[in-house]
């Protein structure tokens, strides 16, 4: 597609239930980013993906969080048995190669808003 | 966890006017970049500048980075009102992938 598409743009769950973000990256570019951003911060890194494999999933806060990217296009962040302190703007980003040497193009993020 | 630190956290001009920003980072890095975002949602890639790199322009965008300051200056030349929204910094380094971003500052163009 023209740009990274996330849905839903917005969700709300009750404390406790699962829920899956959908990210579909810029076609052709093989490193994927999930980040994190509560309000009045800077985004926080969760998972990078390039290609299929996470090559970095450090900021995974819990083991609560998991993604896939099983094609190495879609992805999807999973979270189990939300909490409160999930709510947050969930980002995902994508790069033709890798953030070091690349810009990264943001999708418009989907809000988690757990109650 | 943060690395960048933007300075100011808020900052409010008349249109025309010109508007810095500021960004310190603690450790070495590959690249440096700016982004945008309105009203909380998507980031919009402003500019990369590279470590052996000093300066860069695009249109109305300046941004500096002196290295041995571990520093960086956005400037955005003859401010409009579509200019009104966030700017983050991101540093990117050889170590890993991710980048790591300041909480960023706020600006506000006054019509």
């Known amino acids: 597609g023209a740009g990274v598409s996330q849905t839903p743009s917005n969700k709300v769950t009750e404390k406790g239930k699962y829920v899956e973000l959908r990210c579909d990256p810029i076609s052709g570019h093989t490193a994927l980013y999930w980040y994190r951003q509560s309000l009045g911060q800077g985004p926080e890194f969760l998972i990078y993906f390039q290609g299929t494999g996470a090559a970095d999933d450090s900021g995974l806060p819990n083991d609560r969080f998991f993604a896939v990217r099983p094609e190495g296009s879609v992805s999807t962040l999973k979270i189990q048995r939300t909490e409160r302190g999930d709510s947050a703007v969930y980002l995902c980003a994508s790069s033709l190669t890798g953030v070091p040497h690349t810009e990264a193009f943001f999708g418009q993020g989907t809000r988690l808003t757990v109650v | 966890s943060q690395q960048g630190e933007e300075d100011p956290q808020a900052l409010s001009i008349q249109g025309g006017e010109n508007a810095t920003m500021n960004c310190s980072y603690k450790?070495?890095?590959?690249?440096l970049q700016w982004y945008r975002q309105n009203s909380g949602r998507g980031l919009v890639h402003l500019i990369l500048?590279?470590?052996n790199e000093r300066e860069k322009h695009s249109g109305r965008l300046r941004v500096t980075l002196d290295t041995s300051k571990k520093s960086s200056s956005l400037l955005i030349t003859a401010s409009r009102a579509a200019d009104t929204a966030s700017y983050f910094c991101?540093?990117?380094?050889?170590?890993?992938?991710?980048?790591?971003w300041g909480a960023g500052t706020k600006l506000i163009i006054k019509p």
């Open positions: 450790t070495s890095i590959n690249n």
């Open positions: 991101a540093t990117a380094d050889d170590s890993n992938y991710q980048l790591i």
């Open positions: 500048i590279r470590s």
